[in-house]
């Protein structure tokens, strides 16, 4: 159920006193009945959650067990849900859950890329030391669903086939948190090999106000639920890494709301204590465009103070800089949420 | 004088079965009279020629007899007009144009950064050496603006401030083959520190049209124009690199067409034999809808092969990899050009 597609402008890039570059997407926040509190474009657009689904993803390890079975520390839970930096510490992380699990990164299939944080890539480069799966920023991810494959006693082979228990146990988790039909979603497969699912922003949204505030769900996925964001709200450093959004806006918000993006302009947030969760997409899938978006719609709801914001101005409106560091233009947002009355 | 952005969708980026992203743009196609062969979303569109002025950049220093004087070869002359991938071979010939003024490195303004060509960069780093703004992918142009300097007999200090004669008369040669006075153009700051010239598609268009096909300009910078192309005929590993689209376009054509790339979603193009220019702007600036919207425009204008469209299938519509390199998508044009009647 592909959506039309009338995308609004969310982003511009300056260059002295020129607009040189436009982002286009799609907002839509919603609390936990699922009900609109504001939107931009299309808030129905239906598009891949990539790594988004990452936190919803690590619910069936949770509520199979996986957590007392392997006790599972917070950072090696919100490694799970992580796109990481492939610091040394999250290559480490990653080994010690597979460690636990009696295996080591040959068990992985997420392929190798080199860490996203270049200090760290840089690093590993000089030391000599091989470029390993732990690196990939979806270790964690890999790490978990081998987990739960031993907590359902499925095989570890072909874990990232579509048709593994463990993708099909992905799907209708997904599919349950954000309120829609499996036959709905529609496969994709993302950068790591695994299944990646598709539904309306709305839907993400209502997944991630769920998972904030899981009180009306059974009981055993409520406390998974509780588990992913306390895990993140201990160890933030995990689901991201340094000088990253995803771990700053925990750290600035003391843990008052937590945000996973996603590959091609994903981003999905819970804020647990209002019951409110807030999906976008920037239609071109510019990364640029996706925090000042994402700091930007949480100022306009009012979820976001202007000292937060202030701390996080390097997102919010960062400078385009020339290769001598000198600021010639700025990327800020230029779009107004539709607030439900 | 900004154009109201009425952009229309170019790219499609799917993955499995649904479009993942789009991009969306302005195409302009003129003749050497200015007159409008084709076009996409708005011809007019004013934007940063960005890189794509190199090629006009380099006329004064050609006028003003700077490749008898410097000796400078084919390859030199390419690389003043270049947007280089800093492989050994870029490096060491902005430093031959550098050692003909009696200079060396540390005159350049430009600034370091690594290498685009990502073997140059590991190679370097491997190597030890330090990485230098001979490195800095807009070398050659400075280069080539020392070199007017010496021409000119004008101070080589400050020679990128929008003050100094060589930025006037790289701005009055910028209008002049556009077509534009010289105060319709919004002047920026380019990564590399230089002024960078916004003008409308149209004009950038024009501008290509006159370089490929210069005869009716006068007889100095008629030669000038005919030098460039000439230069980057022989030499297109020198405007651009291994890999690099200015570089296989080419080559492929055997020199039939030529174009050059610019940040931040830019491309401008002439057919010489042909007398037509084209321009294109991708609004969000994504480098990977540039080529398959330069490839599909040429096409369509029956400018290129459906053989020389194979040769260049990698850059007409890329595939979209995961980490283990399988093809999980595909970047395609989705428009189709207005023509003139």
């Keep these: ?113 080199e860490p996203f944080y270049k200090p760290a890539a840089d690093a590993l480069k000089r030391s000599g030391q091989p470029l390993t799966q732990l690196h990939n920023n979806c270790s964690g991810k890999h790490a978990g669903m081998l987990a739960l494959c031993a907590c359902m006693e499925a095989s570890i082979q072909e874990y990232t086939s579509p048709a593994h228990p463990v993708q099909q146990k992905m799907l209708h988790t997904v599919a349950e948190m954000c309120g829609v039909s499996p036959d709905s979603i529609q496969l994709g497969t993302d950068g790591c090999g695994v299944p990646v699912f598709a539904v309306p922003l709305s839907a993400l949204a209502l997944a991630y106000a769920r998972l904030g505030c899981p009180d009306q769900l059974p009981e055993r996925r409520a406390e998974a639920c509780r588990a992913i964001v306390q895990a993140i709200r201990k160890a933030p450093y995990y689901v991201a890494g340094t000088e990253r959004f995803d771990t700053r806006l925990v750290e600035v918000t003391q843990g008052r709301i937590i945000g996973k993006m996603g590959a091609e302009g ?74 439900a009355e």
Tied chains: 1, 2.
Excluded at 73 to 92: I, R, V
Excluded at 279 to 293: F, H, N, S, V, W
């Design 266 to 339: 994903v981003y999905a947030l819970t804020v647990p204590e209002r019951g409110i969760g807030l999906a976008l997409k920037i239609e071109d899938g510019a990364e640029r465009a996706l925090y000042p978006t994402a700091v930007e719609a949480l100022l306009q709801m009012e979820l976001l103070s202007v000292e937060e914001a202030a701390q996080l101005a390097g997102f919010h409106q960062p400078i385009v800089p020339n290769r001598r560091d000198e600021a010639v233009g700025v990327i800020r947002p230029a779009f107004r949420l539709k607030r």
């Design 1 to 113: 159920m592909p959506s039309s597609c009338v995308s609004e402008l969310l982003i511009e890039v300056t260059r002295g006193k020129l607009t040189e570059c436009v982002h286009r997407g799609h907002i839509a926040v919603v609390d936990i009945q699922g009900r609109l509190l504001g939107s931009a474009g299309n808030p129905e657009f239906y598009t891949f959650a990539r790594s988004t689904a990452k936190l919803v993803q690590a619910i069936p390890l949770l509520e199979a067990g996986g957590a007392e079975r392997f006790t599972l520390t917070p950072e090696e839970t919100a490694l799970c849900c992580a796109s990481h930096n492939g610091e040394p510490e999250h290559a480490d992380t990653a080994l010690a859950i597979l460690h636990k699990l009696g295996l080591d990164e040959s068990a992985l299939h997420c392929g190798c890329h």
